[in-house]
């Protein structure tokens, strides 16, 4: 419809201009028409004052014969010899005036043949005259002759001017005519002119209220592409925008930190090339255009020192007004923290079920020592039977060597039995060694969560400097309007001048110059105007795209995506909020986004610390479904301005940790699961950690154990240390005897081994300390 309306609009103006080419055209050939007829009506007039002149010249001629004639004097000639040249010249004249006209030329052809037989006629009388060879009446007979002559000039001059007045009456009749077309399209150029300047002033008004709306999309656009911003940086997880060629075309802060490269080193580079697989990142690419979304697609991230980062690809493709596909926006979920919950899970369970087994053989090994004393009291007994069997040896015999035989196989019963008690410590050493893997790969991931918990950090100090330079850039291009605005208006002045000045000089020129230079002012608004038009359509066209570009970052996050204005209402969200509330997006839309909190008054602290700081990041609350589910979510939001730096609302993410936090709460209760005194120490010898067994054989709270050194609680703190020690030369440590230094002294045996960080660094030790006291018991 728009473009219809601009072709109407152009039709106007060529035939506008037509128009007034048209007007100034034929104003012009009645104009040359005029001045021809003008410059006829003076050759008629000058072709009749020749004519006359003749006609004068030959009367003279004639004046100045009879004077010589009559007085025989020779003044009377000298008129006679000027006329006859003058004669002569006019005749000519008059020939070269009427060339045009035929029947003219026919009359001036006779006039001259007349003219030259008067004046040899009237030679031939002033000749004769002198020699008076003449009589009288052939004088008379000659004058006679120069009557008929002169009345042939007079009719021929007279037909002449006849014609030449016929010919005047009717070009002036024609000026008349021609001045009243002039007159009328004088007019009509005054009315076009007054149409012209009305059609200027609404075309000017036109202008200016494009002008305002074109304002309003420039606001709107950096507001839209602010709030694109704020989006994108808000996410914690590795946000990209890619082409339809692969190349990343935009990306946020995480993406950087994950692969070690600035943004400017990743813009246009090839998407496929940050993972290890590149080839399947490919293809779940591909898919995503082919099917419009992909979602929880497992790849890995290589950063450029090596370290490798598990992520679920999502995402989904973003298009023009008309549908057209203009890339893809994905997000990659880190899910190397879930992943080792998992492994950690895992890895606990492994552990309980060989402590569970490792009990089972400690309570076998405790059977076997009953089992064993019970055999040393059969064994004692056959003694003093021996004893008795000794003293009558002689009548018993028989009885001795009975006796002897099931000593005897007392005594392999008692082998047998010391070699099931040495499998069971060979097992029990074996179950000490997998929890001494076990706590290592523990250790390990929990250093793995303290580094992502520095790179956390780090980010959210990243995108704070990058919201810093953002807002500078803001300043800076609205300080750039400000003068591009001045220079127009002071352009727009010295049109105004320069208008001025050309109407005063060229006043002479009357309106068909004014009408020229409105003519040209047209035509150079309605370029502005298809310029503005263009300009227009185009900001359009991006904020349209900006819009769809933003929907599709809201949707690409799989964690729940909400922005909310300066009084706390929702006035937009993603579909995962939609899910996790069990509520429709119609109905959260206006509503008090604290509401949706089991604790709204700390939410509001949270969002207070929002406005208050710019940003805030890993505030734990949550989140209340409808239906009653509960979710544990970490807050993370930041501000979003307009162009002059007011601040229009927040943009929050709200991460799902409740599986995160299942996981923990799982591993924390299998280490507080373990019958046996569990102890992490630094490399300093300082207990950082402990589980309850700890706090019971020690005596003492968790608080007053943490930070203390760990050799101060046994009998011998200097053999503790160079056990410690050892682990940390040998990796680990098993089975070695020492003797805590609690009220009952307890006898236990150490097994350690180190952890280390995913680089291979050691952090610390973990312990295990066996109590062994009931066994030291019946083993005496």
């Known amino acids: 419809m728009k473009f219809i309306l601009e072709k109407r609009i152009a039709l106007f103006y060529l035939l506008l201009a037509t128009a007034l080419i048209s007007i100034l055209l034929f104003f012009f050939y009645n104009s040359k028409k005029v001045k021809l007829a003008s410059n006829l009506v003076e050759h008629t007039h000058e072709v009749i004052r020749v004519s006359d002149s003749v006609l004068l010249d030959i009367l003279d001629l004639e004046t100045g014969s009879r004077g010589y004639l009559l007085t025989g004097n020779d003044l009377f000639l000298e008129p006679y010899v000027e006329e006859v040249a003058s004669i002569t010249g006019n005749l000519a004249k008059l020939a070269l005036l009427i060339n045009d006209n035929p029947i003219q030329q026919a009359r001036v052809s006779a006039l001259k043949k007349v003219a030259d037989e008067r004046m040899v006629l009237i030679n031939n009388l002033i000749k004769t005259t002198k020699l008076d060879t003449l009589s009288e009446n052939e004088q008379i007979e000659v004058v006679e002759q120069g009557k008929i002559l002169t009345d042939s000039i007079r009719n021929l001059v007279l037909a002449v001017n006849i014609e030449e007045f016929s010919l005047l009456n009717k070009r002036k009749v024609e000026i008349i005519k021609n001045n009243t ?115 929880d697609s497992p790849l890995t991230l290589r950063h450029k020192d090596g370290k490798l980062t598990d992520v679920l690809f999502n995402g989904s493709v973003y298009k023009d007004d008309r549908g057209n596909v203009l890339g893809a926006v994905v997000v990659a979920r880190d899910i190397a923290e879930q992943k080792w919950a998992t492994e950690l899970r895992n890895v606990n369970m492994e552990l309980a079920f060989q402590n569970r087994e490792k009990e089972k053989r400690a309570a076998e090994l405790g059977i076997a020592n009953v089992e064993l004393a019970f055999q040393n009291e059969e064994k004692e007994k056959r003694a003093a039977e021996l004893l008795i069997a000794n003293k009558e040896l002689l009548f018993q015999n ?79 291009l609205h300080f750039q309007n400000e003068e591009k605005e001045k220079r127009d208006a002071e352009l727009s002045i010295a049109n105004t001048e320069l208008l001025f000045q050309n109407e005063e000089k060229e006043k002479r020129a009357a309106e068909l110059i004014i009408t020229d230079n409105e003519l040209i002012y047209q035509t150079r608004e309605k370029e502005k105007q298809e310029v503005a038009n263009v300009e227009l359509e185009a900001i359009s066209d991006s904020l349209k795209l900006a819009s769809q570009y933003s929907l599709s970052l809201i949707e690409a996050s799989r964690d729940p995506l ?98 995160q936090k299942l996981a923990s709460q799982y591993a924390r209760s299998l280490i507080e699961a373990s019958l046996d005194p569990l102890f992490t120490i630094n490399p300093a010898g300082k207990i950082t950690d402990m589980n309850e067994a700890s706090i019971n054989i020690t005596g003492m709270s968790r608080d007053k154990l943490i930070g203390t050194d760990f050799f101060d609680y046994f009998t011998e703190p200097q053999k503790a240390r160079e056990v410690y020690q050892e682990v940390f030369a040998n990796g680990f440590v098993t089975d070695y005897p020492l003797t805590i230094k609690d009220e009952d002294l307890t006898d236990i045996l150490l097994n350690g081994s180190v952890y280390t960080d995913d680089r291979g660094n050691v952090l610390g030790v973990v312990v295990v300390a066996r109590d062994i006291t009931d066994q030291k018991r019946i083993e005496k």
Do not use: W
């Open 181 to 295: 077309n002039s007159e009328l399209i004088f007019l009509v150029l005054i009315v076009f002119i007054i149409f012209i300047f009305v059609l200027i002033f609404m075309i000017v008004k036109s202008q200016t209220i494009r002008n305002r709306e074109l304002e309003k999309f420039t606001a709107s656009k950096k507001l839209l592409s602010n709030y694109s911003l704020s989006l994108i940086e808000a996410s914690l997880d590795p946000l990209i925008t890619i082409n339809t060629e692969g190349k990343i075309t935009d990306m946020n802060e995480a993406l950087a930190s994950i692969t070690g490269l600035t943004r400017k080193e990743l813009t246009c580079t090839n998407f496929f090339d940050y993972f290890t697989e590149p080839q399947k990142a490919r293809e779940v690419y591909e898919k995503v255009f082919a099917n419009g979304s992909v979602a």
């Open 398 to 476: 028989e009885e001795k060597e009975k006796r002897a035989a099931e000593f005897f196989i007392a005594n392999k019963e008692l082998l047998f039995q010391n070699d099931e008690k040495q499998k069971r410590a060979d097992e029990l050493s074996i179950a000490n060694d997998e929890l001494a893997y076990q706590n290592q790969e523990k250790e390990n991931r929990a250093a793995e969560l303290l580094i992502a918990n520095k790179e956390l950090t780090f980010q959210n100090d990243e995108k704070e400097k990058r919201a810093a330079e953002l807002l500078i850039a803001n300043d800076e």
């Open 562 to 659: 909400v922005t909310i204005n300066t009084e706390g209402k929702i006035t937009d969200m993603n579909e995962a909020l939609v899910i996790i509330t069990g509520i429709s997006r119609h109905e959260l839309i206006g509503t008090d986004f604290l509401d949706y909190f089991t604790e709204p008054q700390k939410a509001r602290e949270v969002y207070q610390d929002v406005f208050a700081k710019g940003s805030v990041a890993d505030s734990p609350l949550t989140l209340r479904h409808k239906g009653g589910k509960l979710t544990d979510v970490l807050f993370n939001g930041s501000v979003y301005k307009d162009d002059k730096g007011n601040v229009l609302g927040v943009v929050i993410v709200a991460r799902d940790v409740t599986a």
